[in-house]
Nanobody, 121 residues
């Protein structure tokens, strides 16, 4: 069974930084893409940043220049460095892994449980 475990959320003042981590486990052969989504109260879940196994990245416009996604393929781990945080970044952040290949599955899609980020003004 594939599991994604997130860590690193919390409360920070505007202008501060946080680093989120997400480790995937479960006899994984490979993962195509990993990413971070967020959902604020009353809003739809949105893609924040994603990275492929080859290192290609994409970001939502609102975080470009402030957030950096990175990945350790050997550890099946993805990180999100968040700098210059703003109150509008407050949300639950979810890790996602797409195209997960294991002995039982090919191209599985998995989600973490979410980690809360609160940015105070």
């Amino acid at each position: 069974q594939v599991q994604l475990v997130e860590s690193g959320g919390g409360l920070v003042q505007a202008g501060g930084s946080l680093r989120l981590s997400c480790a995937a486990s479960g006899n994984i052969f490979s993962i195509n893409a990993m990413g971070w989504y967020r959902q604020a109260p009353g809003k739809q879940r949105e893609l924040v940043a994603a990275i492929t196994s080859g290192g290609s990245t994409n970001y939502v416009d609102s975080v470009k220049g402030r957030f950096t996604i990175s990945r350790a393929n050997a550890k099946n781990t993805v990180y999100l460095q968040m700098n210059s945080l703003k109150p509008e970044d407050t949300a639950v952040y979810y890790c996602n892994a797409k195209g997960v290949s294991t002995a039982q599955t090919m191209a599985g899609d998995y989600w973490g449980q979410g980690t809360q980020v609160i940015v105070s003004s």
